[in-house]
């Protein structure tokens, strides 16, 4: 248990679909990713949001639509995504503006866009 | 282009050895440098850290090693365990660590009793 919780674990979804992912994290931290790890590839990340504002966007598609209402919640809401997206999805927190400090995640969302 | 590279894909060592994970990274503003742990069907966790400032970092069995004139730091695990199994990633940020973290592909480290 890592303080960071990541719904649905496992989420099978048609390309009209429309869903979100959530995250949570009780860590104190300031700062949330959210992160893709598809087969072979190394960890993308897509977005960030340091104190709720979004400060990257790593030329995601819109299709992928990241909320981050409070410091301590954070989303991704998913519409008429591609069989390509099927992925883990990871959130992430840090403490932002600390020295050299780690990131925890979530066990992450098994995304399957079918 | 990637920025943080792990060149095996999978290291199988015996149980009680030692086992190197290498990590190459290419941006000279990196400062610091972790390594997570995965298993399977959960998150990446933290492991051990280094900042440039260092050459080396001691955990216990975990040792990192840093050369910041060749752009390439080292994971060592001694002595090696059947539950260390898992695939390690690479990981650097800047600013002292308050730039996102940029990730390897992972390198899958099998140990065998």
């Known amino acids: 248990e890592t303080g960071v919780t990541q719904t649905p674990r496992h989420l099978v979804m048609g390309m009209t679909n429309k869903k979100s992912l959530k995250c949570e994290q009780h860590?104190?931290?300031?700062?949330m990713y959210w992160y893709k790890q598809s087969a072979k590839k190394p960890l993308e990340l897509m977005f960030v949001?340091?104190?709720?504002?979004?400060?990257e966007n790593n030329s995601v598609p819109s299709r992928f639509s990241p909320e981050c209402p409070n410091s301590s919640h954070l989303f991704l809401h998913l519409h008429t995504l591609q069989p390509e997206d099927s992925a883990l999805y990871l959130c992430?927190?840090?403490?932002?503006?600390?020295?050299?400090?780690?990131?925890?995640f979530g066990q992450g969302t098994r995304l399957t866009v079918v | 282009d990637q920025q943080v590279k792990q060149n095996s894909p999978s290291l199988s060592v015996q149980e009680g050895r030692i086992s190197i994970l290498n990590c190459d990274y290419t941006n000279s503003m990196f400062d610091y440098f972790l390594w997570y742990k995965k298993y399977p069907a959960e998150g990446p966790t933290f492991l051990i850290s280094i900042s440039s400032i260092k050459d080396k970092n001691e955990d216990g069995r975990f040792t990192v090693f840093l050369n910041k004139s060749a752009k390439h730091l080292s994971l060592h695990i001694v002595p090696s365990q059947p539950g260390d199994s898992a695939v390690y990633f690479c990981?650097?940020?800047?600013?002292?660590?308050?730039?996102?973290?940029?990730f390897g592909k992972g390198t899958r480290l099998s140990v065998i009793a």
């Open positions: 949001y340091n104190f709720k504002e979004q400060t």
């Open positions: 990981a650097a940020s800047g600013n002292s660590g308050n730039t996102p973290l940029v």
């Open positions: 992430a927190s840090s403490l932002f503006g600390t020295v050299n400090t780690e990131a925890f």
């Open positions: 860590l104190g931290h300031n700062a």
